[in-house]
């Protein structure tokens, strides 16, 4: 029987805001999280060259998969060959790849709540059960080691983000390495999702391709290197399931499109360029941490990277969805609202993505501060 999954709240708070948008309403997109700058320059460029010399068609550049395979050694220390690399559209078929190379329907996949809101989705809609825990302020809002030990019995696989959405907080490396030894010891299969590498203000955010060579890595241009709508992403998997990822990834999507990967090859390297992406989230980022306590929220999860905060807003509302839609309305201001990644206590949180420029920061700041200030405390 097919099962039902949850809808993403985000994007019906995403169609107000562009229905807004359309009435003439001013509004800033914080509710998703896209850079709101474009590919590299030189990828541009690069694209447009091919658009003029080449049909394209199906394909998978051997090129870009050995940029990626060289850029675990020069990035992590970690030897991985190419023929590893599996080229997706986005990362969201890596995880489709990933979840079905792994687990038969009924298995049992452990994840951190709050998290991804796909994750929960994607695992429910191929009939592998979720085992969320729950990841508090005590936790960071992160898996630990110990979380992992304690489940009885143990799971069959398990997800990890770091940084994560949407708290964007990072596992530091010991834990990392912990986390591994204990799904190595307990038999648990790995899943990295590790879209927001690149993007850490505070700790280091390993690969788990350190700790457990066997672990299945989920990446893409999305996020870094600022190509969302390229819909480009890959998969590193051991030798021992190349073949399998392969033959799903040929049958369930074919290839990823042709023009992205020519433009990612080229902005793999636009280092400079990508960097002032991230000096501008870090600035992003610190006012965001100044204002969002003087408006009254001050219980906020520890954004060591991505371009996320999530804060609880449970003193003024039991509904985030309605608390995030008014705020919408009312402001111009969208955002997300903490239900979709977790259905348990989301309701009290909202996560804010300042993965815009500064000055619409700024301005939302200033929209935000006083409808904040007029919002009565809960009973």
């Not at 190509?227 to 021992?240: F, H, N, S, T, Y």
Request: proline share 7%.
């Amino acid at each position: 029987m097919p099962v039902d999954i949850d809808p993403f709240h985000a994007i019906a708070i995403s169609r107000l805001a562009h229905r807004l948008g359309v009435e003439g309403r001013s509004i800033i997109h914080m509710e998703f999280g896209q850079p709101s700058t474009g590919a590299p320059a030189p990828a541009i460029a690069a694209a447009h060259r091919i658009l003029d010399t080449d049909g394209m068609g199906y394909w998978e550049s051997p090129l870009l998969k050995a940029r990626i395979a060289a850029h675990y050694g020069e990035a992590h220390g970690v030897s991985v060959d190419p023929e590893r690399v599996i080229l997706t559209c986005g990362a969201s078929p890596a995880f489709v790849l990933a979840l079905s190379c792994l687990f038969a329907p009924g298995a049992r996949v452990a994840l951190a709540r709050p998290g991804y809101v796909a994750y929960r989705n994607t695992l429910k809609a191929l009939h592998i059960v979720p085992v969320e825990l729950a990841c508090g302020e005590a936790e960071r809002f992160q898996i630990t080691a110990a979380a992992i030990e304690r489940l009885d019995p143990a799971p069959d696989g398990l997800i990890v983000a770091s940084p994560a959405n949407p708290t964007g907080t990072i596992i530091p490396p010991e834990e990392l390495r912990a986390i591994a030894a204990v799904c190595e010891r307990r038999g648990i299969a790995l899943v990295s999702d590790e879209i927001y590498h690149g993007l850490s203000y505070t700790l280091p955010a390993d690969t788990l391709l350190k700790h457990k060579a066997d672990a299945l890595i989920v990446n893409s241009f999305s996020k870094y290197y600022s190509m969302a709508g390229w819909r480009l992403g890959w998969l590193v998997v051991p030798d021992a399931l190349i073949d399998k990822a392969r033959a799903r990834m040929g049958n369930l999507f074919l290839t990823p499109p042709s023009l992205a990967q020519h433009a990612g090859l080229v902005a793999f390297d636009c280092r400079d360029e990508l960097e002032g992406h991230v000096v501008t989230y870090r600035r992003n980022r610190a006012l965001m941490l100044e204002a969002l306590p003087a408006m009254g929220l001050r219980r906020i999860a520890p954004p060591d990277g991505a371009f996320y905060i999530y804060a609880d807003v449970g003193h003024l509302t039991r509904d985030s969805l309605s608390f995030c839609e008014a705020l919408l309305r009312d402001t111009g201001v969208a955002t997300a609202p903490g239900v979709d990644f977790d259905p348990v206590d989301g309701h009290g949180f909202m996560r804010f993505s300042f993965a815009v420029s500064t000055d619409r920061v700024e301005d939302a700041i200033a929209r935000m501060t006083p409808w904040f200030a007029g919002r009565p405390a809960l009973a």
